[in-house]
Nanobody, 127 residues
Framework: QVLLAESGGGLVRNGGSLTLSCAVS????????MAWFRQAPGREREFVAI????????RYSDSAKGRFTLTRNATRTMVHLQMSNLQPEDTAVYFC????????????????????WGQGTQVTVSS
């Protein structure tokens, strides 16, 4: 079992930056492929980024590439999503997710491939 808890959301101006955090317990984050998704009102939950359990593989959505960075802390208890140049269309509830699948079998965009989710944290970007 793994528990995930996001934090760090808030209100930020257009072009601003924000870092989200996801606390992972009781197992280390390196036991899982850790991902971030987001869901805007009236829209489906969409993939943002993923870091493989080994730390060697990373993928980003097209909208996240060049602006967002996913990292894991040295003690492997947290993952962070550093977001820069935020735009109003980034406004959403952001969720942390963990997958126990083999990397080559994992479909990063598929929510069903994840075994645990956090409660989400709201990010609002004002125009």
């Amino acid at each position: 079992q793994v528990l995930l808890a996001e934090s760090g959301g808030g209100l930020v101006r257009n072009g601003g930056s924000l870092t989200l955090s996801c606390a992972v317990s009781p197992r280390p984050a390196s036991d899982f492929h850790m991902a971030w998704f987001r869901q805007a009102p009236g829209r489906e939950r969409e993939f943002v980024a993923i870091l493989s359990r080994s730390g060697a593989n990373m993928r980003y959505s097209d909208s996240a590439k060049g602006r967002f960075t996913l990292t894991r802390n040295a003690t492997r208890t947290m993952v962070h999503l550093q977001m820069s140049n935020l735009q109003p269309e980034d406004t959403a509830v952001y969720f942390c997710a963990a997958s126990g699948r083999a990397w080559l079998e994992l479909r990063p965009h598929e929510t069903r491939d994840y075994l645990a989710w956090g409660q989400g944290t709201q990010v609002t970007v004002s125009s």
